[in-house]
Structures are given as structure tokens and as C-alpha cells.
């Protein structure tokens, strides 16, 4: 099955962002019919139903005793238009994030469907098969039952039982954690960079670096550095970085930031599915709740993505502090002076 989410939902994404929908002259000839009159469907007869009720009542002639059945009906049916507004609105709040740019396409295709009903999208429309339908139940409580091509079989959602998730704060579609702007703003708090390096923006400046605390040296209290060639039998210095030391003032930041992702598993899958996977989803069905073993998976993840595409990029080809050691310089003559410097240093 989520193998078929994946397919699904990427494939009406592709659709959708596609223009070929404007080049089909069979489309364009025929009528599309999007009206699916889901509210005047649901009430068409409730008029007469509650007309009826109130008569029993009014003549005293209920079916039960003291009328308990009529009254709670007609209660019911005053209250119903605005459950089913208010219904409608939520399942279209819970299915437009389908169209988030970081969706996640292992979450149930059937949603995305849904959107692109109630968003009118082409190739969705009651002529290609599509309807809606609000039943109001009851119980008190209002189905809303989606059928068409897309669909397995038709698609039941309870209000209530949608409700009750919404109140647990669990969604029927998952909404992806934008980890890049987290990790972005992460960078600013692990304690590496110094404050006059964050932006207005709340970012790291583009000339930002590394407190001196964290670069190598040597035991004299010089750099430590990297010579790298970089052709014509000439060389660079380039500043070498403690990772260990990094890492260990880092981690703790790092830490409570997976710790809130984890407190919403269901968005935790997501990020982990779009970001930090690699092709080895978990499902929302099977995988919730996360095993320990996932979220110290996660977690590692979570660090080396964060390291590598976002922390490194400051401790890679950085020159040095210094001017004269930033120059260019004879490959040849620094292994000289090096040897000299060591002949002297050990009185040989």
C-alpha cells in the first residue's frame, strides 16, 4: 500500500504541475460538471422531516414517550447546517496539505483525491466519474462519502470521529516539519558561531565562522593547518576544526531539537521519509509508535544530515586567520623550510 501512496500521489502531483491538461482536445470538448451540490443534497428533504417532528410534537401525537425521539430529532436538524459547514471545513483544512511543497507522498493518496474534488482540480470532476455525498445520520453524527475512479472503495469520514482526532491533535493528513528552515536556525544556537554572526533575519551570515576555540593547533598555539595543492606545484593552508569538540558542545542542541520533532511521531515519519530516509520509508500504519530503535535512528540521522549539509560546509576549505598564511606558496620550499625547522628544533 505504500508503495501505491508513493505512485499515487506523485503521479496526480505530476499531473497536476503539467500543462498537458491544456493540450487534450478531448478534454477541452466536453463539459465538466464540479457541481456536487454536497450541502443541498444532504438537506433536500430535511424540511419536510422536520416539519413532521414538529407537528408530532405540537399535537402531542409521538411515537415515544414524551417525545423524547422527535425533540432530540429536531434538535438535531437545527444544529445540523452548521456541523456540515463546519465538518466541511475541516476535512478541506486537513487535505490541503497535499499541496505542500514538502509533502509527504507516503500519506494515504486518497487524500490528495479528496483535495482535488473539493478543489475542483481537472480530471476530478462528477464527468470523470467523481461524487460526494453528506449523510446526516442518526445519531446526530454526518458521514461525508467520496466515490470515484481514484477510490478503492468509497470513502467514509465521520465528523465526529474526525473531530475526536483533531482534539487528540492527530491528522488524517501529516504535515511535513520544514527541517531545512529548523536546521537553518539550528546552526545559530549550537554555540560554534559567535552572536555578532547571526543576521536581522535570525540566520547565520554568509561570512560567519567558527570561534577560534574550536579550530586545531599545535602545541605551540599555532595553526594547525591543512596544506592542500592546488596546482603548478603550489600549495594552501587551510583551517582544520575540532570535531569532536564540536560536536560534543553541539549535541545537546541538537538533542532537544529531535526531541520536539519526536513528541509528534506522526510528523516525525514525515521528516523522515522526506529528509533523512533514503528511500527507506516508514509507513504511518505500521511504523506509529516509533519502536526505540527508530527514534535512535532518527536521531542519528537527524545529526549526520544536519552535519553534513548544513555545519560542514563552515569547517570546509576555510583559510586561514592570518594573511601571510592565507598566501599562495612553492610546495617545494615549504617541505624545505619544514625540514630545516625540524633539524633545528631537534639539534641535528
Known amino acids: 500500500m505504500d508503495n501505491k501512496n508513493v505512485i499515487t500521489n506523485l503521479t496526480i502531483k505530476q499531473m497536476l504541475q ?22 443541498g443534497k444532504a438537506f433536500n428533504d430535511t424540511g419536510r422531516l422536520y416539519a413532521k417532528l414538529k407537528i408530532a ?19 438535531q436538524l437545527k444544529e445540523a447546517p452548521k456541523q456540515a459547514l463546519d465538518f466541511l471545513s475541516m476535512i478541506v483544512a486537513e487535505v490541503e496539505a497535499t499541496e505542500e511543497p514538502n509533502f509527504d507522498p507516503n500519506n494515504n493518496y486518497e487524500y490528495t483525491i479528496v483535495n482535488c474534488i473539493l478543489k475542483q482540480r481537472p480530471g476530478f470532476s462528477k464527468t470523470d466519474g467523481y461524487d460526494v455525498m453528506l449523510h446526516l445520520l442518526e445519531n446526530g453524527t454526518q458521514d461525508m462519502v467520496f466515490t470515484g475512479p481514484g477510490f478503492e472503495k468509497p470513502l467514509v469520514i465521520n465528523n465526529s470521529s474526525l473531530m475526536a482526532l483533531n482534539e487528540a491533535g492527530i ?46 593547533k599545535n602545541p605551540d598555539g599555532s595553526f594547525n593547518y591543512e596544506v592542500v595543492e592546488i596546482g603548478n606545484g603550489k600549495g ?28 509528534v511521531e506522526q510528523e516525525a515519519v514525515a521528516a523522515w521519509n522526506v529528509y533523512l530516509s533514503e528511500g527507506k520509508y516508514w509507513s504511518y500504519a505500521e511504523d506509529l509508535p516509533l519502536s526505540q530503535d527508530k527514534r535512535d535512528l532518527f536521531k542519528q540521522k537527524y545529526k ?6 548544513y555545519l560542514n560546509k563552515f569547517t570546509e576549505n576555510q583559510v586561514p586567520i592570518n594573511p601571510e598564511d592565507a598566501a599562495v606558496f612553492d610546495l617545494q620550499e615549504a617541505k624545505m623550510a619544514k625540514a630545516q625547522a625540524f633539524i633545528e628544533a631537534n639539534n641535528l
Open 171 to 216: 491528522s488524517i493528513v501529516t504535515s511535513t516539519p520544514d527541517i531545512t528552515k529548523e536546521m537553518t536556525k539550528l546552526l545559530t544556537e549550537v554555540g560554534i558561531f559567535h552572536m555578532e554572526d547571526v543576521g536581522p533575519n535570525g540566520e547565520l551570515k554568509a561570512n560567519a565562522k567558527i570561534k577560534e576555540q574550536f579550530i586545531l
Open 236 to 263: 594552501r593552508n587551510l583551517l582544520q576544526y575540532d570535531m569532536d569538540k564540536i560536536m560534543k558542545t553541539a549535541n545537546p542542541f541538537i538533542d532537544a531539537e529531535v526531541s520536539g520533532l519526536l513528541s
Open 304 to 309: 549526520d544530515y544536519f552535519m553534513d549539509n
Open 57 to 75: 410534537v405540537e399535537n402531542n401525537s409521538c411515537m415515544s414517550e414524551g417525545c423524547e425521539y422527535e425533540l432530540n430529532r429536531i434538535k
Open 18 to 39: 503539467s500543462s498537458a491538461m491544456g493540450f487534450n482536445k478531448e478534454y477541452l470538448a466536453r463539459p465538466s460538471d464540479v457541481n456536487f451540490d454536497i450541502l
